[in-house]
């Protein structure tokens, strides 16, 4: 993997991509539950924790397509290495594990997809996550998108069975990173919750949670299902059809 950099500007090809993808697409509505805030989120600060649902690839799709602010994401460490991981990666864990394709759709998408993709998530702005020790470098990146003004994305959900509409787990990583940027900066990171939905396709913007108040009267293991309960509960305001 090259090294990393931080995306601080929006690039002719990335914009020349998110257009594309606008003309196919079709833009979802959005709920802000920001009161004066741009409903697509143009005016979510610049340090802040953004937690969001899958959905299929619909979710991330979107939200780095129509949403308004820029931000980086926590993705597959694999996506950023050369074919044959990515080949892998999209074969054996996103197609086959998570979206339950056959093996002919899986393998044909893993190799098409694989010879593009790479290009596509550096142009995205990718941090990649690691199961093991190097998350530490993980958080890092992190550290540095944060330092220069630029929110992170992450996607909590425990995927191992496929994407559901309603979340039942969280993996606790963007706890475990807010705690310690707040070790290090003294600042009680904002995170706030999103969730896509389908069919109608809507994008809900939740209000913001701060970990550090949550701790005064919670766990982290509370904290989480409390984040998870309440990613959950912004289905109600995309369900209007």
Known sequence: ???????????????MLRGIARIFKRKPKFVNL????????RDLPKKCILIGNHNGVGGAFSF?????????????????GNFVSRRK???HVLYRQKLGWNKFRAGFMSVFFGFMSRRFYQVAGI?????????RLTFKYSMQCLEHDIPIFVFPENSDEGYKEQIEEFWPGFLTFSELYYRRHKEDLPIYTCYYQKNPKTIAIGKPMFLQE????HSE?????????????????TDQR
Not at 1 to 15: A, H, L, N
Not at 214 to 217: D, F, N, S, T
Not at 222 to 228: K, N, S
């Open 127 to 135: 941090i990649p996550t690691y199961p093991d020790s190097r998350v």
């Open 214 to 217: 949550l701790r005064k009267e």
């Open 89 to 91: 990666y999209l074969y």
């Open 1 to 15: 993997m090259k090294e990393f950099k931080v995306k601080t500007k929006q690039s002719t090809f990335d914009r």
């Open 64 to 80: 780095r397509t129509f949403m308004k602010n820029r931000f980086m994401t926590w993705g597959a460490y694999q996506m950023l």
């Open 221 to 237: 293991k509370e904290c989480l299902e409390i984040f998870r309960e309440y990613m959950n509960s912004l289905q109600q305001f």
């Open 34 to 41: 920001n009161d004066g805030e741009d409903e697509r989120g």
